[in-house]
DNA sequence: AAAATATTTAAACGCTTGTTTAATAAAATT
DNA sequence: AATTTTATTAAACAAGCGTTTAAATATTTT
């Protein structure tokens, strides 16, 4: 990859990340950050204004990111089980990448009804995915039992995420190295499929 | 319930506890505790000597507590079957009445090697559980299909506790007010023990 | 009741925090 | 080349932080 010499607004921006997500938004300093940045401490507000208005963009972007990928894989155009198989493999990819990202997103998050996530508009867009569609559709068709497709969604997302989450917890439980927790968490593409498939096949 | 009067020490503690608990270490301020108690702000150095004292005091506790209650439901002498729906139905009930533990425990964790925490050999505690040797028995016996045992027992946790961890985007994901996010986690204990189950019965 | 100890208080301490200022350096514009 | 604008800096600011102090009050012990 070429490092190409990056403007002080993006090595800020990058160092905030990093910090942010690490250290939430009260552990995080702006010192910290400007020393990450290799930058005096002024250039932060002079860039962004304010520690706020910073983690509020480094916020936006990494929940964007976290549920935006779900979305995506939600809306693919392919049956029902390869999607499911694809899409706890790919996330489960995308979270080793991104092993923070899980517990900044839920962790921070603050609601107001004017922020910048709420005109994501995430709520209809999970709703009205191909994946909802599909599911209602096995369901009515007598191929599944019926179930509720947020139990449904939110057990796979929530199976897939949790070792993220209790990351520190699950190691220690489980002897794990960061190694072996990757060895666990790449076993789990297979076992999260085969539960919620079993799942849903019993009539 | 009869509200004696509580002496300053144990006033101090659950202040600490809800603050603590309801903004982590470095978002609660030993005056905001202070003030909860009702009581001057030097009481708390007093009485804990420091906030990280404090604090570790606090932690240790709702540790013990959040998975010595797990590790409790998985050690009771019941059929395996029984006791997921069992242990899925109280913790879930455990949840609902400490609804912040969770992202607390989770996200405040700090490794440390001669940490108290350390010391409830929570590791032992989990691995040895009855729940581990029924599982492993049903599994050598061929009544289940070959499954990691840790597998099943962290997606089984996860999934209880997930939302809880999740609670305001699963809140704005699905709408939910305090009511209908307590009536989907309720729904939850029949959804959880199905899917283990269907996952563990297909040979 | 007097003395000793424990509890509580208001005030201040020293340090870190996010932020601003005012001066300097660099770049862009004229 | 002179001027204006932008970028960067060191230093200071006020506010908030955890903590300590020293005096006042309450309680316990003698």
Redesign the interface.
Known sequence: MADEPLDTETKIKEAAQKVFLA??Y??AKIRQIADEAGVNVALVNYYFRSKEQLFQQIYFETFSSF?GVIAQLLNEETPFEVKVWKLVDRYTDFLLANPLMP?F???E?R?SEQSPVRQLK??EM??STVFMRQLNDEIEAGNFRK??P??VI??M???L???F??R???T????FTDDTFSV?VN??KQ??P???M??L??R
């Not at 220690?172 to 002897?175: A, D, F, I, K, L």
């Open positions: 250290n939430g009260e552990g549920l517990m997103v839920l962790s998050y609601q995430m709520k999970i709703r179930a509720d947020f139990q939110f057990s997302i929530g199976s995420v949790f070792p989450i209790a520190p917890v699950v220690y439980v489980g002897s666990f076993e789990r076992v999260i085969e539960m919620i079993a799942y096949r019993v």
